[in-house]
């Protein structure tokens, strides 16, 4: 299928390894924020979320880190498999507009 | 649960045609959203309902589209006339509530317009 991830910034991983993916958003107001995985030919589908009155949160294999000093978020998918490859936008939502805005996006290719 | 369907999955159409989109979210999800979702870039909220109420249509272009959900469950969005420039996945997308509440992604319709 044709892909989402032209013109993406990449980061190219090996099997096995953790992965981290970085986002900077820009709405100091803004308080929920989510992680979004998007395969080719597919829908954004939800991986963790996070609220503002957090810094940390846990799923399986995944970890979701929030700086609201610089307005950093961050993913970390440890032992990253094949399966993992996809385009991955981190999106806010929150202040006077309540909309959800997204990323980016970043590319990560798993190297087998 | 299922997913979030929409249909059709695939649309090829010359400019000035017009086209229509359906969409019919999660069960039980009041706020239902359209994105646009140009290639390489992040999803773009066109509009967004609660039951069957406009919230926000702040960035629908509204001199050719235009969007309804009539009964507070399933929504339609229509382009007239289509333009080069709308070629693009169109994402529907719902949660539970406006707030706080994760959005729920179908796998969208996508869009050529020539």
């Not at chain 2, 169109?90 to 994760?102: D, E, N, V, W």
Request: with cysteine; charged share 20%; aromatic share 8%.
């Amino acid at each position: 299928g044709e892909s989402v991830g032209l013109h993406l910034p990449t980061l190219s991983v090996q099997e096995g390894d953790n992965s981290i993916i970085n986002c900077a958003y820009s709405n100091s107001a803004s308080d929920y924020f989510i992680w979004y995985k998007q395969e080719s030919g597919k829908g954004p589908q939800f991986i963790i979320d996070i609220r503002s009155n957090m810094d940390k949160r846990q799923g399986q294999r995944v970890t979701v880190l929030l700086n609201k000093t610089v307005k950093h978020l961050s993913l970390q998918i440890a032992a990253t498999q094949p399966g993992d490859s996809a385009v991955y936008f981190c999106a806010e939502k929150g202040g006077a507009t309540n909309k959800l805005i997204f990323g980016t996006g970043t590319l990560l290719a798993v190297q087998p | 649960e299922a997913g979030v369907a929409q249909s059709p999955r695939y649309k090829i159409i010359e400019k000035r045609q017009s086209v229509a989109f359906w969409c019919n979210p999660i069960s039980g999800h009041a706020t239902l959203y359209w994105y646009q979702q140009i290639l390489g870039q992040g999803p773009k909220l066109l509009i967004q309902f609660q039951n069957n109420g406009v919230v926000d249509d702040s960035q629908l272009p509204k001199d050719r589209f235009s969007a309804e959900r009539l009964k507070g469950v399933d929504s339609t969005l229509k382009i007239q006339p289509a333009k080069l420039e709308d070629s693009a996945v169109y994402l529907c997308a719902s949660s539970l509530g406006p707030h706080g509440s994760p959005l729920h992604f179908g796998n969208g319709t996508r869009l050529t317009v020539t």
